[in-house]
T-cell receptor, first 113, second 113 residues
Framework: IAGITQAPTSQILAAGRRMTLRCTQD?????MYWYRQDLGLGLRLIHY???????GKGEVPDGYSVSRANTDDFPLTLASAVPSQTSVYFC????????????FGQGTRLTVV | SQQGEEDPQALSIQEGENATMNCSYK?????LQWYRQNSGRGLVHLIL?????REKHSGRLRVTLDTSKKSSSLLITASRAADTASYFC?????????????FGRGTQLTVWP
């Protein structure tokens, strides 16, 4: 089934460790996004990429980095995790062909201890 | 913040009743979208309404948009227990990055059998 695959599904991570959240889409969408979802705060954009080779900062980019080497993959890296990065992370994609509709992965639940 | 705001934060109704959720936003938009999130899952797109539209229907869903008041409402008619979920409005700002959305904090809808 076409869509967005995120890995891992959940992770407990020690503070200070490096972690990469993986995201792959098979819909050939140009744009991809990383959001974090925290209780009471809704979804906030971390980083985005309009097309392969380009990335941009969202509302809450500090402590995170992304790369977009190809159309399908958009990994999110936490260089040195801190407890405030405990959250549920969603990867998403969209395209001009979707008319503005954004498709979401199932999320990665990350706990930093 | 450019986030939309949903109202109410939580809504509890009986099966068969109608559920109305409201969303207010702050900026000039290209379109406004509603998403649904079941517990522990990713967001799923429900309906999109463009800035030049006032009302849109999809099955049991009815969305209205009032750009002069910067507000939207989502009506779910004849609700079912399976409609229990969180509902988010999201705005795509005029002139913003392709597909980038600003989400509200959501309304938690509970439909009792």
């Amino acid at each position: 089934i076409a869509g967005i695959t995120q890995a891992p599904t959940s992770q407990i991570l020690a503070a200070g460790r490096r972690m990469t959240l993986r995201c792959t889409q098979d819909m050939r969408h140009n744009a991809m996004y990383w959001y974090r979802q925290d209780l009471g705060l809704g979804l906030r954009l971390i980083h985005y990429s309009n097309t392969a080779g380009t990335t941009g900062k969202g509302e809450v980019p500090d402590g995170y980095s992304v790369s977009r080497a190809n159309t399908d993959d958009f990994p999110l890296t936490l260089a040195s995790a801190v407890p405030s990065q405990t959250s549920v992370y969603f990867c998403a994609s969209s395209d001009q062909g979707t008319g503005g509709i954004t498709f979401f992965g199932q999320g990665t639940r990350l706990t930093v201890v | 913040s450019q986030q939309g705001e949903e109202d109410p934060q939580a809504l509890s109704i009986q099966e068969g009743e109608n559920a109305t959720m409201n969303c207010s936003y702050k900026t000039s938009i290209n379109n406004l979208q509603w998403y649904r999130q079941n517990s522990g899952r990713g967001l799923v797109h429900l309906i999109l309404i463009r800035s030049n539209e006032r009302e849109k229907h999809s099955g049991r869903l009815r969305v209205t948009l009032d750009t002069s008041k910067k507000s939207s409402s989502l009506l779910i008619t004849a609700s079912r227990a399976a409609d229990t979920a969180s509902y988010f409005c999201a705005t795509a700002d005029r002139g913003s990055t392709l597909g980038r959305l600003y989400f509200g904090r959501g309304t938690q809808l509970t439909v009792w059998p």
